[in-house]
Nanobody, 123 residues
């Protein structure tokens, strides 16, 4: 089985910083794209940032210049450094990864999600 476990959320004042981490574990053969999504109350889940295995990154316009996504392939970990946080960044942040894993009768490729971590930015 494959699991994604996030950490690093919390309460911070506007202008502050937080660093989220997400570790993938289990019968992992390889990890393709990894990313962070967020969902605020009453809103749909949206992509915040994504990073390919090659290191190519994608950001939502609302976070460009403030957030940085990175990954450590040796540790199966993706990070999200969030600077200059704003109250509108308040949401539950979810880690996502597209993973090849070994299963009893072969291999499987599918998307996995973490359980989510709350980020609250006070004004």
């Amino acid at each position: 089985q494959v699991q994604l476990v996030e950490s690093g959320g919390g309460l911070v004042q506007a202008g502050g910083s937080l660093r989220l981490s997400c570790v993938a574990s289990g019968s992992i053969l390889s990890i393709n794209n990894m990313g962070w999504y967020r969902q605020a109350p009453g809103k749909q889940r949206e992509l915040v940032a994504a990073i390919a295995n090659s290191g190519t990154t994608t950001y939502a316009d609302s976070v460009k210049g403030r957030f940085t996504i990175s990954r450590d392939n040796a540790k199966n970990t993706v990070y999200l450094q969030m600077n200059s946080l704003k109250p509108e960044d308040t949401a539950v942040y979810y880690c996502n990864a597209n993973i090849f894993s070994s299963i009893s009768d072969g291999v499987r490729r599918r998307d996995y999600w973490g359980q989510g971590t709350q980020v609250t930015v006070s004004s």
